[in-house]
């Protein structure tokens, strides 16, 4: 069976400071990989989609950016963190031409 | 801009009635949809998709779909306090590979014992 992971699962950190967050999937090949955010009293909001290693494509332009060095990571970076940034970020996958997305437990990010 | 909307609530139901959910959608060619059940500090986590028009059921939940008047429904038979969580309706615009969701913002449930 697929599982997901996410990490960290939760995160505070400074404005201005880096950030990295990691996601893997485990028991399937080539999937579809997704970052989310979701923002208090708002909906979830898609920042990246990856079909493949290398592929990114962003759907709001902002302060952050998003990898796949390999078939099954996803990382979501960011040089500079701004107060806007504080969310829960949701790692999804989807099977290769499929539609329905797993989401993983995602990682509460708090920025002060 | 394409939108899925869904009444935020808080719906309020007793236990054991039926719960009814309701999300319209702008994108007429929207072609798959789904609704996921997100419990307060975790992620969504799937319940049911849909396709075709008509109804979808699985166990105590029933989808319909309506692609002429744009919305999809989720009824919840016999609720439990355990079903009291947000849901959120979320709709595929494109029915491809790239298969990129919209999502509306939920509708939080609440089921009274």
């Known amino acids: 069976s697929q599982t997901i992971h996410q990490w960290p699962a939760t995160l505070v950190q400074p404005v201005g400071s880096p950030l990295s967050l990691e996601c893997t999937v485990e028991g399937t090949s080539n999937p579809n990989l997704y970052w989310y955010r979701q923002a208090a009293g708002r909906g979830l909001q898609l920042l990246f989609y990856?079909?493949?290693?290398?592929?990114i494509s962003s759907e709001v332009p902002q302060n952050l950016s998003a990898s796949r060095p390999q078939d099954r990571q996803f990382i979501l970076s960011s040089k500079k963190l701004l107060l806007s940034d504080s969310g829960f970020y949701l790692c999804?996958?989807?099977?290769?031409?499929?539609?329905?997305?797993?989401f993983g437990p995602g990682t509460r990010l708090l920025v002060l | 801009q394409k939108e899925v909307e869904q009444n935020s609530g808080p719906l309020s139901v007793p236990e054991g009635a039926i719960a009814s959910l309701n999300c319209t959608y702008s994108?007429?060619?929207?072609?798959?949809f789904f609704w996921y059940r997100q419990y307060s500090g975790k992620s969504p986590e799937l319940i049911m998709f849909i396709y075709s028009n008509g109804d979808k059921e699985d166990g105590r939940f029933t989808a319909q779909l309506n692609k002429a008047s744009q919305y999809v429904s989720l009824l919840i038979r016999d609720s439990q306090p355990s079903d009291s969580a947000t849901y959120l309706c979320a709709v595929n615009l494109y029915g491809g590979s790239q298969g990129n969701l919209i999502f509306g913002k939920g509708t939080k449930l609440s089921v009274k014992p």
């Open positions: 999804a996958w989807a099977g290769t031409g499929g539609q329905t997305q797993y």
């Open positions: 994108d007429r060619g929207s072609q798959s």
């Open positions: 990856s079909v493949g290693i290398g592929q």
